[in-house]
């Protein structure tokens, strides 16, 4: 099994809305990030968890929250987002080891619509 | 300083001829990995190839190769045979190895080039 599942698969949401999106591996890997994607352009990291634990934080707003409740679930709640939040979220997933030996397994992505 | 560079915005094949994508890189590091992602329009990143640092040969992954040349550090996919379904945009990225520690590991992506096969 190598797939990483993310849903939803679409949203829209409200500039005062709550909404969480979620992430699920089920393939041992420690390493779990949340991407940013703009059309056409290359994904932007913005959280790496790492053991469950938040390793890397690319100054993303306070408005973005991620959350590693257990090794295989990462989740990304939301909150009081801006029309150019409207991106595609990606999730990955990989082992968590030292080189550079091993690829990212990425989700299919949630497409974010803030209106 | 960028990372990973790709210069191609965009390229179009004959299909079932072969076709290059360039990819240059840049880092300090001894140890690190280049990896190929295919995105189709659907959204999804799909892994296709993997080549380290150490490894003396090119990467292959059946009509996929890795043209590694590690002194003018490029990383080259290389599509034989082009089929329809290649047509998508196409990331090279790169993992370093002294990211790589217990706080985690971050992937560098180029800015992509959009393949287009035609019949």
């Known amino acids: 099994d190598t797939e990483v599942t993310q849903t939803p698969k679409h949203l829209v949401m409200g500039m005062t809305n709550k909404k969480s999106l979620k992430c699920e591996q089920h393939?041992?890997?420690?390493?779990m990030y949340w991407y940013k994607q703009k059309a056409k352009k290359p994904p932007e990291l913005m959280f790496v968890?790492?053991?469950?634990?938040?390793?890397i934080n690319e100054s993303v707003p306070s408005r973005f929250s991620p959350e590693c409740p257990n090794s295989s679930l990462l989740n990304l709640h939301l909150h009081a987002l801006q029309p150019e939040d409207s991106a595609l979220y990606l999730c990955?997933?990989?082992?968590?080891?030292?080189?550079?030996?091993?690829?990212?397994?990425f989700g299919q992505g949630t497409r974010l619509t803030v209106v | 300083a960028q990372k990973i560079t790709q210069t191609q915005p965009g390229m179009f094949v004959q299909e079932k001829e072969a076709v290059t994508l360039d990819c240059t890189y840049d880092?300090?590091?001894?140890?690190?990995?280049l990896f190929w992602y295919k995105q189709p329009s659907s959204g999804e990143m799909i892994f296709l190839i993997y080549?380290?640092?150490?490894?003396?040969q090119n990467a292959t992954e059946g009509r996929y190769s890795l043209n590694f040349q590690k002194a003018r550090k490029s990383a080259n996919l290389v599509i034989s045979a082009s089929q329809l379904g290649d047509s998508a945009m196409y990331f090279c990225?790169?993992?370093?190895?002294?990211?790589?520690?217990?706080?985690?590991?971050?992937?560098?992506f180029g800015t992509g080039t959009s393949l287009t096969v035609i019949p």
């Open positions: 880092t300090s590091d001894q140890s690190y990995g």
């Open positions: 990955a997933s990989s082992r968590a080891r030292q080189g550079g030996d091993t690829e990212a397994f």
């Open positions: 968890y790492s053991y469950e634990k938040l390793s």
């Open positions: 080549q380290g640092s150490y490894d003396e």
């Open positions: 393939m041992g890997h420690r390493a």
């Open positions: 990225a790169m993992r370093e190895g002294r990211k790589i520690t217990n706080t985690g590991n971050q992937f560098y």
